[in-house]
C-alpha cells in the first residue's frame, strides 16, 4: 500500500469531499442514517464518491458500496438524493453482499 492510500485511509471521508470539491470534482456523499440489527457500519458513517467511481470511506466495510456507488453515479447525474435500504429480507441483499443479519438505511446526496 503506497504512502497516499494510507494517508487518504486515515482521513475523515469529508475532509477528501471537501478536497475533492475544491479540486472541482463533482462529489455525492452517503451517509448511514439508520440501522437494524446486526449492521456493518454505524449510523453517520460516510462513503463519499466522485463522477469518475472513485470512493473513499465506508458505508458497509465493503458489503454494499458498489450498488451504493452506482446510485451516487445517478444522483451525481440527476442532482435528486436517494434513500436506499439494504437488508437480508431484500432480495438484493444478497446481490450486493449484505448477509449480516441487519439492515441499514443510507441518504445519498450530491455536495456543492
Same mark, same amino acid.
Not at 26 to 41: H, K, L, M
Not at 85 to 94: K, L, N, Q, S
Not at 102 to 107: A, D, H
Given at each position: ?22 479540486? @472541482?470534482?463533482? %462529489? $455525492?456523499? !452517503?451517509?448511514? =442514517?439508520?440501522?437494524? /440489527? ?27 458500496? @458498489?450498488?451504493? %456507488? $452506482?446510485? !451516487?453515479?445517478? =444522483?451525481?447525474?440527476? /442532482? ?33
Amino acid at each position: 500500500m503506497s504512502e497516499q492510500n494510507q494517508t487518504s485511509e486515515m482521513r475523515d471521508p469529508l475532509m477528501i469531499a471537501e478536497d475533492w470539491m475544491q479540486a @472541482g470534482r463533482d %462529489v $455525492a456523499i !452517503a451517509t448511514v =442514517v439508520e440501522t437494524w /440489527g446486526s449492521a456493518p457500519r454505524p449510523v453517520g458513517s460516510h462513503l463519499v464518491i466522485d463522477a469518475d467511481g472513485n470512493f473513499e470511506g465506508s458505508v458497509s466495510g465493503g458489503c454494499v458500496e @458498489g450498488a451504493v %456507488v $452506482a446510485e !451516487a453515479a445517478d =444522483v451525481l447525474a440527476e /442532482g435528486e438524493p436517494r434513500m436506499l435500504e439494504f437488508g437480508v429480507a431484500d432480495e438484493t441483499a444478497w446481490e450486493v453482499g449484505l448477509s449480516c443479519g441487519g439492515r441499514i438505511k443510507v441518504y445519498v446526496e450530491r455536495l456543492g
